[in-house]
């Protein structure tokens, strides 16, 4: 599969977790963690459609961190909207079996926005790598 298909698909995964997270914001008894991980997971593989677009192979890692830093690697410079969803990352895979003190509760309409504005960032990045590829 070429890149810019991978990235498409981590794109679709994407917005998966993020129609997801549409349907239980406001539902109290979903758990902030469990909200968080969502969140953390559309993140994640928008994160990983990014660089893909950009014609690089991500990192296996649930790590937000690590990928926001690729991604700035590969952009010469600090990408500063993504500092915020960094903050995810307590959420991951590798954390979901263990008990963490999450110090508030999450601003969930708040982290929706934020994912939603990276979906649709990484949607423009894919569709004007096409618009060149297709040149």
Not at 39 to 44: C, D, G, L, S
Not at 71 to 94: K, M, R, Y
Not at 112 to 124: G, K, M, N, P, S
Request: glycine share 4%; charged share 25%.
């Amino acid at each position: 599969m070429s890149a810019l298909n991978q990235a498409r698909t981590l794109l679709i995964k994407s917005k998966e977790d993020l129609v997801l997270l549409e349907e239980i914001v406001s539902i109290a008894r979903i758990s902030d963690h469990h909200f968080g991980f969502h969140a953390q997971q559309a993140v994640e593989k928008a994160l990983k459609a990014w660089i893909w677009a950009l014609g690089v192979r991500p990192e296996k890692v649930h790590d937000l961190e690590a990928l926001v830093n690729t991604l700035t690697s590969i952009c010469g410079t600090t990408i500063p909207e993504l500092d915020i969803l960094q903050d995810l990352g307590v959420f991951a895979v590798v954390y979901r079996y263990d008990i963490f003190d999450w110090e508030e509760p999450l601003d969930r309409g708040q982290v929706l926005r934020d994912v939603t504005a990276l979906i649709t960032h990484v949607e423009r990045v894919i569709a004007a790598v096409q618009d060149v590829r297709e040149e």
